[in-house]
């Protein structure tokens, strides 16, 4: 049975309920400084096997936005050649899309006790707390990661240190329009019970 004076229905549909929000659709304002505080701290809240809290977060200053963006462009365009029309656009503006942005950087390393990939999951949990914490602090958010997270060059200028890794920059803001739910998977299609595998 429940424990019924813990149950929150209340969590429950606004867990049912949110989603992400593209970040070109979000404006001013995003959390302040106490709000990202209390935001970073729930988010910080995840298992973590061992207690080595292996991510650490990185703020990027709306004030930076554009500087990264033309930094990140010219990296791409030395890479792949040049960027035109509405591609060129897109790179320039990664960073100033939304008001607040924040990297979640994994830095899993190996441990006598605790699978790298243990270390690796918690990332990813950290991920999903922080924008469900912006979420439930009335904002909207987007979990992205882009060619930068995967580009040594790129992610060592956005701030990763040797051995470290993105797991994702999350977008913060206020939306401008209204969300749109997308198409979930069937749960039967997600479900095996273990008898029907042995």
Known sequence: MPNETARSPETLEFLRTRRSHPSVTMTGPGPDKAE???????AARVPDHGKLAPW?????????GKR???ALTA????????????????ELT????APVIIGVLSTAADHPKIPLWEQQLSAGAV??????AAAASGFVSQWLTEWYSFDE?????????????????IQIGTPTLPPVERPR?????????????S
Not at 36 to 42: C, F, K, N, P
Not at 186 to 193: M, P, Y
């Open 68 to 70: 990264i963006g033309e």
């Open 185 to 197: 998977p069937a749960l039967a299609d997600l479900i095996t019970n273990w008898e029907e595998t």
């Open 75 to 90: 990296l791409h365009e030395r890479k792949h050649g040049p960027l035109e029309g509405e591609m060129r656009t897109k």
């Open 153 to 169: 060059e790129a992610a060592r200028y956005l701030g990763a240190r040797e051995g470290e890794r993105f797991a994702g920059f």
């Open 36 to 42: 990202i505080e209390d935001i970073l701290t729930i």
């Open 127 to 132: 991920c999903m707390n922080l924008v469900t």
């Open 56 to 64: 650490r977060f990185i703020l990027y200053p709306a004030s930076e």
């Open 94 to 97: 990664r960073f100033t899309r």
